[in-house]
């Protein structure tokens, strides 16, 4: 078994598990040979062209892993596209890494990509927007609210956590986080 199937046994395992510390969030989890599929509920974005634009709760997501995972970063699809910079309107490929890291997991992807439907995280450095007429900072726009995942010990993300200083979450002690424990971007 080489490293990225390793990798992936791991990331599948994680995922169970915060889904299973979530399951009013998380509808259905499947692993099929190179990807993740995840239907996420209770999870609010924007969808539809800029005038006809509405606020979904439920939404498919691929998490997509590359030949050469973990050195490429795992790649995240919306299904139906959602309304955001980061996110290519034609297949729905979302932008997730500012500064990928191979140590970065399916929970670091998963955090990401719920900061982005919210409206809370985007990089908005040319090459990143693929939705050049949505701005964020709209008040109509605003950032949307989500119910917060539960975080268990063995899901810890690589994203930074708040506290009196920035440490990984690698070194906080062995107990369970909330989502709003951890920076996004």
């Known amino acids: 078994m080489n490293l990225r199937d390793r990798r992936m046994d791991t990331e599948w395992q994680m995922l169970e598990t915060l889904a299973n510390a979530n399951g009013a969030t998380f509808a ?18 924007w969808v539809g062209k800029n005038s006809e634009r509405r606020i979904e709760t439920e939404h498919a997501l691929r998490y997509v892993y590359p030949r050469y995972y ?4 795992l790649e995240g699809y919306f299904v139906r596209p959602i309304l955001h910079v980061n996110v290519d ?12 890291r ?3 997991t399916i929970v670091d992807a998963i955090l990401i990509t719920r900061a982005i ?3 809370k995280a985007a990089n908005f450095d040319q090459a ?14 605003c950032a949307l609210s989500m119910p917060p995942l539960t975080i268990p010990a063995t899901c810890r ?4 956590h708040r506290s009196s200083r920035q440490r990984l979450s690698s070194e906080i002690h062995n107990h369970t986080l909330q989502e709003s424990d951890f920076c996004v971007f």
């Open 102 to 104: 191979p140590t970065q």
């Open 128 to 141: 990143h927007r693929m939705q050049q007429d949505v701005f964020l900072d709209d008040t109509d726009f």
């Open 70 to 73: 973990p050195s490429l970063p």
């Open 157 to 160: 993300p690589l994203v930074l």
């Open 28 to 45: 259905a989890i499947t692993r099929a040979r190179d990807e993740f599929h995840i239907i996420m509920r209770q999870s609010q974005a």
């Open 89 to 100: 309107p034609a297949t729905g490929f979302v932008c997730l890494w500012k500064d990928y």
């Open 117 to 119: 439907m919210a409206c």
